[in-house]
Every structure is written in structure tokens, then in C-alpha cells.
């Protein structure tokens, strides 16, 4: 119990991708007010301790949950399994430190509001947050002078910034922010955060263009033509260049017209419209119209934008995926946050039959007047309505003083296998940036860490209060793919003080890393495994293309860009966790 009185409070921020999907504008949801039988009168008090605790069994989970409900979260103590049980999680980060999760936006999991209690943007988003830790307090009081640890994922990158700089606004906090945790943030434009890097996912995974060195070469020219190609310099030598978003000549996409972040639903009315257009093709006519396509490709590599995808190469190269490479033209799909996952159907994890199952409200003191829900529609007070907050780099700067004035620390993750947010945009955010006085890091990111069982767990490193990890083998939802490698690194980093990666002075003025750096991971991409998992609802086998294709694409690839690795760590070297299907 010292040793969690020392860890503090961790509090996760559940950043739910917005969905906003195509339904008759009306009256917003109210789902207040709600009672519950028992409830404590009088303001929020420690006697509202007990009424949280879960008392009552929980149907399905053959454990006891000692608090309140902790989540369905991969980092918390109950696993959704592919075939809908429940399991135990070893891993859950409740085992490190106390935990709250929190359903962000209002609307998403249990949480409730009033038809006008929806936010208009990120700063009200602070401004409601710092009055709900300040209710927090009033019920646990202990916590006020703990350390807090705010975590979170995805649009996360959006909620923590604002709720940081809110918090160094208010005078007289009600708690004591110790570290901020994002895994793959959208703290920048999504230009930056998701077509910008499209092709260093495409040297990672260059299984998605079929290792077909004329698509790449198109890719490559746009991407050039596009502006993309800004090389990091480790220390920074500039505020790295804005950069615009180039409409396609030959057609208009309305949804980027606005573009601010990626909604799940344009994510959905993408897969759509290539399912749909994938339907038609004969399976016989693909490798038709794909040589048709490549054809066409060469007469476009010409020094001009193209006319039909304009700078949106992330489009271009999902298109060509789900219509000419194997196994994705096949399964008609694609999972963009975990780019080898080619489980068709995907394993069900569904929570919310569990989650509103009445036993299960009873025994959580969930409210009764609305259902548990992963999306929303309504997040910014209207249907569709677009955030209208300008990202977090846009004052990262500043919230990066403030934090080390504060010795607040600042840590940022990466999944290596995540198409959605791909890391490259995370090192942009950090390059241009500045802290303890530099912007950027000084030295590339190139140590190597590994798991409790000694697994390559990816890259990490270490400056001025700032952590960067890349973890090898995860995508966008890093503790469900490498558990093992989250949990180490949620103990050792973000609650712990491992050195590692870490940029320390040494005699003579110069400057050494804890840890040492691998020359073979200081290219401009962390190189995946060859394998793609197939299955139907859980790994039953592996797509590899042949040796002599991957050989030919590497001697390529090596004429094109010296910033990537020559060799991948082999796949057996992380912790990757994969659905199995039971026997």
C-alpha cells in the first residue's frame, strides 16, 4: 500500500472517436436528471465512498471488482474475449495505481447531460473538467495533494492539452498534475497527423501496395509535389512549415472542405464507398484493371498534383489496397488502426450487451436513463458539428513551459502499426516544439527497450521532462496489442523514473544517452514484420509474400531512401498479442 500511496492517482481520459452520422437534425438528447435508490444527499462528500464501491456480484465477471467499475478498457481489469466472455486482465494498470476512467465527451459510455449541457469547444471541455476534479476531491479528499497522472488515447491528444492548459489557468487547482500520458494524440492538424506520414507507413508496411515499386514511386512524387517531405533534424533547426490541404481537382470531398480531425464515420463512409465499388469488380478483372490502374499511375508521374486525389494520399493508398492487394481486395476491409490485423469478420468486442445488461447497471450504479455508448453524434452541442478548437501545437509551446515550471512531465506514445495516426505526425509535434529552452530533441530516438520477458518492446527516449515511446508491434490502441510492453512501460515511465533513452551530459560539454542508440533504429521508419494475420474473427493463419519479392523490394527501397533499415526485428521478438481462436 506505500508503494501505491507513492504512485498517486492515475486518471484516463476515454477518447472516443465522434460519430457523425447521417440522421434528421432534431432535438438534442437529454438523459437528466437521473436518481439513483441510496444515493447520499447533500453535495458531493466522502460519503459518497462507499455508495461507489461495487458491492453487488457483477454478471459474467468471476472476479471480484473491489472499487468501482474500472472499465472494459485494454488497460483495465476485465477483457472482452472474442468469443464475448469475460476474462481477467494480468495486465490492467489498476495493479500500478489507483484509476478513474472517464467517459469523454459527455454522451459516450454511462455519462449524461442535459439537452444544453453540451460543450461548444476544448477550452469549455477544460474549463467542465477542472469542475469535475474539484467534485472528485470533495469525495476523496486524499487526492487532492496526490500526484495525477492524465492519460489518455487518439482525440485524447485534443482533451489533455486543452484540460492542462485550463488547469495552469486556475488559480489554486484542485489537484496536483504530476505527468500527462498521450498514445497516439491528434495533436496536430490532420494533415499532419494522418496524410502527411502516408508514405513512411507505406515503407513500414509496404505489404499495402502488393512491394510494387512503381506505386511507390507515384506515391513517393505526390508526396514530394504535396509538401510532406520535411525531414526532422535532431536539434530542430526551425518552426517546421504549415501545411495546406490541397483539394483534388476532379472532384470535391465535401467532409475535408471542414476538415479538422478524422470522424469514425468518415472512416465508415470510406469503407463504404469502396465496398461498394469493390462489390462490382469480378475477381477475375482485378489484376486487369490493376495493371490498367499502374498504367495510368505512369502517365501521372508527371511533377503534377493528381487531379482525382489532389494531397489526400492516405486515400490513394487505402484505394488501392482494398482493391488490388491481397488479402485486403479479398476481405473487402481494412483495419486502419492495426495495419497486419486482417481478421475478417474482426473478433466481437462489443461491450455493450454487458454493459447494459440491468444487473450489471445495478451493481455499477449506472444510470438508467441512457444506454452505454462507444459514439456519440452530438459532442459540440449540434448534429455533425465539426470541433471548431485550433490544435494543441498551435500553443504546445506554451503549455510546455508552464509544464516545466511546474515539473509537470510530458509524455507521448506511439503505435508502430497504426494507418489512423501513424507516429511520424507525434515526432512532428515534438520537433516543433519547444522545451527546457530547445526546440525539439537533440538526438534521434534509437534505444531500444524491451518487455518483462526481455521482448523488443520498440523505441524510447528521453529529454528536458519529455518522453517519446514507439512501441514495435501495436497500433492505435497500444495495451490491447503489446499489454505486456504497456504495463512495463506505464510502471517504469510514467509512474517510475526508468533512465533509459534518457540525454545525459557527459565531460567535455558533450552528450551521451542512458542506454546507448542502435544505429540499426535511427532510420526514418521502425520496420514491421512481414506477416499479415488472417482469420475469421481470430489468427488462424499468416499472409507472406515470397522471399524473392521482399528481397527485390528491399534492394529498391535502398536506392530510394537511406533513412529506412535495412532488416525488420523478426516478429517473434515483441509481445504482440493476436485473437486465437479457441479449440
Not at 74 to 80: F, Q
Not at 303 to 325: E, H, K, R
Not at 407 to 417: A, F, K, Q
Request: with cysteine; proline share 9%.
Amino acid at each position: 500500500m506505500a508503494a501505491r500511496r507513492l504512485l498517486g492517482l492515475a486518471l484516463l481520459c476515454i477518447s472516443v472517436v465522434v460519430a457523425q452520422e447521417e440522421e434528421e437534425a432534431g432535438p438534442l438528447p437529454s438523459s437528466w436528471p437521473h436518481d439513483y435508490p441510496g444515493k447520499p444527499s447533500g453535495d458531493y462528500s466522502p460519503a459518497w465512498q462507499n455508495y461507489f464501491r461495487v458491492q453487488n456480484p457483477v454478471p459474467g465477471v468471476p472476479f471480484p471488482l473491489s472499487r468501482s467499475y474500472a472499465g472494459n478498457l485494454p488497460n483495465g481489469p476485465i477483457r472482452i474475449q472474442s468469443d464475448g466472455s469475460l476474462v481477467k486482465n494480468r495486465h490492467s494498470w489498476d495493479k500500478l495505481s489507483d484509476m478513474f476512467w472517464i467517459d469523454q465527451p459527455v454522451g459516450v459510455g454511462y455519462s449524461t447531460a442535459d439537452a444544453d449541457g453540451y460543450v461548444p469547444d476544448q477550452d469549455q471541455i477544460g474549463r467542465d473538467f477542472i469542475g469535475f476534479l474539484g467534485n472528485l476531491v470533495k469525495v476523496f479528499p486524499a487526492l487532492k495533494t496526490r500526484p495525477l497522472v492524465l492519460a489518455g488515447e487518439s482525440y485524447a491528444g485534443m482533451y489533455i492539452p486543452y484540460i492542462l492548459k485550463t488547469y495552469f489557468a486556475t488559480p489554486n487547482p484542485p489537484v496536483q498534475v504530476s505527468k500527462i500520458l498521450i498514445g497516439d494524440g491528434t495533436i496536430t492538424s490532420g494533415q499532419v497527423s494522418n496524410l502527411l506520414p502516408t508514405l513512411s507507413v507505406v515503407e513500414t508496411f509496404p505489404q499495402l501496395i502488393g512491394y510494387d515499386p512503381e506505386v511507390y514511386l507515384y506515391l513517393k512524387e505526390q508526396h514530394e509535389l504535396c509538401g510532406y517531405n520535411i525531414e526532422l533534424h535532431y536539434p530542430e533547426t526551425g518552426v517546421l512549415p504549415d501545411i495546406p490541404l490541397i483539394q483534388p481537382r476532379d472532384r470535391e470531398i465535401p467532409y475535408y472542405a471542414s476538415m479538422t480531425h478524422h470522424h469514425k464515420t468518415f472512416f465508415t463512409a470510406l469503407k463504404r464507398r469502396h465496398l461498394e465499388e469493390s462489390s462490382r469488380l469480378q475477381k477475375r478483372d482485378r489484376e486487369i484493371r490493376r495493371e490498367a490502374w499502374k498504367r495510368d499511375l505512369s502517365e501521372r508521374v508527371n511533377g503534377t498534383i493528381d487531379p482525382w486525389y489532389g494531397c489526400f494520399t492516405w486515400d490513394f493508398v487505402f484505394d488501392y489496397a482494398l482493391n488490388y492487394t491481397y488479402p485486403w481486395n479479398e476481405i473487402e476491409d481494412m483495419d486502419v488502426y492495426d495495419v497486419p490485423n486482417a481478421l475478417s469478420p474482426p473478433p466481437e468486442t462489443d461491450a455493450s450487451p454487458f454493459l447494459n445488461d440491468p444487473a450489471v447497471r445495478a451493481a455499477l450504479h449506472a444510470p438508467a436513463s441512457k444506454d452505454w455508448a462507444l459514439h456519440f453524434p452530438f459532442p459540440f452541442g449540434s448534429l455533425g458539428r465539426i470541433d471548431p478548437s485550433p490544435f494543441p501545437i498551435n500553443f504546445m509551446t506554451e503549455l510546455a513551459t508552464n509544464a516545466t515550471a511546474q515539473d509537470i512531465r510530458i509524455v507521448l506514445v506511439s503505435g508502430n502499426n497504426d494507418f489512423l495516426l501513424p507516429h511520424l505526425g507525434t515526432e512532428l509535434a515534438i520537433q516543433n516544439t519547444t522545451f527546457g529552452g530547445i526546440q525539439g530533441f537533440t538526438r534521434k530516438p534509437a534505444t531500444p527497450w524491451t518487455d518483462d520477458e526481455g521482448k523488443f518492446a520498440g523505441i524510447v527516449h528521453q529529454e528536458r521532462g519529455w518522453t517519446y515511446a514507439l512501441f514495435y508491434g501495436a497500433g492505435h490502441l497500444i495495451p490491447a496489442n503489446a499489454p505486456k510492453a504497456a504495463y512495463k512501460f506505464f510502471r517504469e515511465f510514467v509512474l517510475g523514473s526508468n533512465s533509459l533513452g534518457k540525454v545525459i551530459q557527459t565531460p567535455g560539454g558533450g552528450s551521451g544517452v542512458i542506454g546507448g542508440s542502435d544505429p540499426a533504429l535511427e532510420g526514418k521508419n521502425l520496420p514491421a514484420g512481414p506477416e499479415i494475420y488472417m482469420g475469421e474473427g481470430a489468427t488462424q493463419s499468416t499472409h507472406v509474400w515470397p522471399e524473392a519479392t521482399r528481397a527485390a523490394w528491399q534492394s529498391f527501397i535502398l536506392t530510394e531512401t537511406a533513412t529506412t533499415p535495412a532488416a525488420a526485428p523478426t516478429s517473434t521478438s515483441s509481445s504482440r498479442v493476436r485473437p486465437t481462436r479457441r479449440r
